[in-house]
């Protein structure tokens, strides 16, 4: 069993920064791919960023791209976030994929394990 523990959320004014970091319980670079996903109550989750970690490639989701810098070291990933919006206000979740079913495309549906969550809130 995979175990992922995210810290670093907490409350911030627009424009401010937040690095979120997720503790793993397994070597990263033995994933196929891990990412960060967000969810805001009432809504689906959505993918963030994500590293495939066999090469490093990077993919984001075009609402962060620019500010958002996803990053890996052996046990842990980490999500350094600048230019903080409101409509960044969510839950934040660390994610793997093990078996390799495609989260470097961002798409829920190929997470294996996830955190507990997060939460970030952006004030105006």
């Known amino acids: 069993q995979v175990q992922l523990v995210e810290s670093g959320g907490g409350s911030v004014q627009a424009g401010g920064s937040l690095r979120l970091s997720c503790a793993a319980s397994?070597?990263?670079?033995?994933?196929?791919?891990m990412g960060w996903f967000r969810q805001v109550l009432g809504k689906e989750r959505e993918g963030v960023a994500a590293?495939?970690?066999?090469?490093?490639n990077t993919h984001y989701a075009d609402s962060v791209k620019g500010r958002f810098t996803i990053s890996q070291d052996k046990n842990a990933l980490y999500l350094q976030m600048n230019s903080l919006k409101p409509e960044d206000t969510a839950i934040y979740y660390c994610?793997?994929?093990?078996w390799g079913r495609g989260l470097i495309s961002l798409r829920t549906s190929a997470v294996d394990y996830w955190g507990q969550g997060t939460q970030v809130t952006v004030s105006s």
């Open positions: 994610a793997t994929d093990v």
């Open positions: 397994i070597d990263t670079y033995s994933t196929y791919s």
């Open positions: 590293v495939y970690t066999r090469t490093r």
